[in-house]
């Protein structure tokens, strides 16, 4: 008697046993407003599971799935934040996804033809360079968050991409085994054209 006295002392102390579901539905996921943080792109792997994760420094949390919609992304690779809304290049998925931070969550995806595997990004004004893993680069106008502009074989396989004076700087790594020595620099206000800078072995994040 005084072993099973014990016994259930321990277990009223203990309170609940783990593992008992309750019929209530999980509270949704809000992440409050924050000034400073950090999203960090999750790759995946080849069957799927890319998205973003948000380390809000204010309050030293982790959100893991920051944004609504991003569970199918394949492969993200950058982003950039630009005002209200963000901007995630999706390689395997052909797309740039564009994101209101406001409601953390997908507004539109910007569709790039099959094969371009989107890369890097940068911007200026209302304009922003998508370095893609074939070789060329694409221009989308933010305003209306399309397309505008493609230039093929600007450099072999990227390694960054940077943008200032209406200038694009695209990093030539280089497809292996062979390596880069360049960065083309495209011209987009007159006169149009590009240029050609020579570096070291295989240039990448600019």
Request: aromatic share 6%; proline share 7%; charged share 15%.
């Amino acid at each position: 008697m005084k072993s099973l006295l014990c016994t259930l002392l321990v277990a009223l102390a203990l309170g609940p046993v783990p593992g008992c579901r309750s019929s209530d539905p999980e509270p949704p996921l809000v992440i409050p407003p924050s000034t400073s943080g950090v999203y960090v792109l999750n790759e995946g792997t080849f069957s799927g599971g890319g998205g973003v994760s948000f380390i809000d420094a204010a309050t030293d949390s982790v959100f893991v799935d920051a944004i609504t919609g991003s569970s199918d992304w394949a492969f993200p690779n950058d982003m950039k934040v630009i005002g209200s809304k963000g901007y995630v290049a999706v390689n395997a998925s052909d797309r740039v996804d564009v994101i209101d931070l406001a409601s953390q969550s997908v507004i539109k995806g910007i569709v790039f033809p099959p094969g371009k595997g989107p890369g890097f990004l940068a911007w200026e004004g209302d304009t922003l360079a998508v370095a893609n893993y074939d070789g060329s680069v694409c221009l989308i106008d933010m305003r209306s968050d399309s397309i505008v502009g493609t230039v093929e074989h600007v450099v072999g396989f990227p390694g960054g991409v940077a943008m200032i004076h209406g200038k694009v700087f695209v990093s030539d790594v280089g497809l292996y085994p062979s390596t880069g020595r360049e960065v083309c620099v495209l011209r987009l206000h007159a006169p149009v054209g590009r240029d050609t800078i020579i570096v070291e072995n295989a240039p990448g994040a600019m």
